[in-house]
């Protein structure tokens, strides 16, 4: 098995999985190439979920290995891994980090290059690159600037420490916490049936587009959740509202 590896559900949803586990899924030159292989590999999935094996999420860059480089072939890795990062943030359907165990220095901009970073309740982060004589190799300053705000980010590099999962939430660093991977799966499956064209026109932030709306209100996706809202069904797993209208009342949303 290789050191990165893309797997594919029945839904056509995909997982890139990290499978270091005895490095705490730290990134060395092959695993370099094989995220890359992976994440071009997942680009036409509905969801992606970005994950590692064995108890942690990634520990960012192999120091072992990566101190043996030459110069010219350092930079040319992580290179490598900043195109991978750029592509997983541009993919069209939604891209999910489940961190489970620790995403330390690059691990957590690893993580900052998905649409959202679900945790386990025992999960941690730490921006760790200032403490080791660096600054964010793989974009991380920037997509922290996007989730959190300019001062914010700069915050999380010049004070780093451990942030746990709860806190992370409430920083808006993080977006859920999930009692695990099974739960995550779950989640990422109901993510999977969203219309793709509506996921890819929220992600580029676009204006409103009334082509766009027209087609989607005359398409598949949003037929089949008219009937189940019809049905009294909620349209994407979950509960039924309270609030849900009866039969008589007015079915406008």
Known sequence: M?????????????????NRPERRNALD?????????????????????????????????????????PVSDLQATMAQIQEALEQLSAAPGIVVAWVD?????????????????????????????????????????????????EARARALFLDPRWIDAKEAVALGLAD????????????AERLAELARDAVAWVKQGGAFDADLF????????????????????????GSASPGHPEKGESDHA
């Not at 290789?2 to 990290?18: K, T, Y």
């Not at 990634?58 to 101190?67: P, V």
């Not at 330390?104 to 679900?118: K, N, P, R």
């Open 29 to 69: 030159r092959e695993a370099a190439k094989d995220l890359d292989v992976a994440v071009s590999a997942s680009l036409g999935a509905p969801s992606v979920m970005v994950r590692g094996e064995g108890g942690s999420f990634c520990s960012g860059g192999d120091l072992a290995d990566l101190h043996r480089l």
């Open 101 to 149: 165990g620790v995403a330390l220095g690059g691990g957590l901009e690893l993580a900052l290059a998905a649409d959202l970073i679900w945790m386990h309740p025992r999960a941690r982060l730490r921006a760790a690159q200032l403490e080791m004589g660096l600054v964010p190799g793989w974009g991380g300053l920037e997509r922290a600037s996007q989730r959190l705000g």
């Open 176 to 187: 859920r916490v999930l009692e695990d991977l099974s739960a995550a799966r779950q989640e």
């Open 214 to 237: 027209s087609r989607l209100w005359e398409g598949p996706a949003h037929r089949q959740a008219v009937r189940r809202f019809m049905a009294g069904r909620p349209a994407h797993g």
């Open 2 to 18: 290789s050191s990165v590896c893309c797997q594919r559900f029945a839904s056509g949803r995909v997982e890139i999985v990290l």
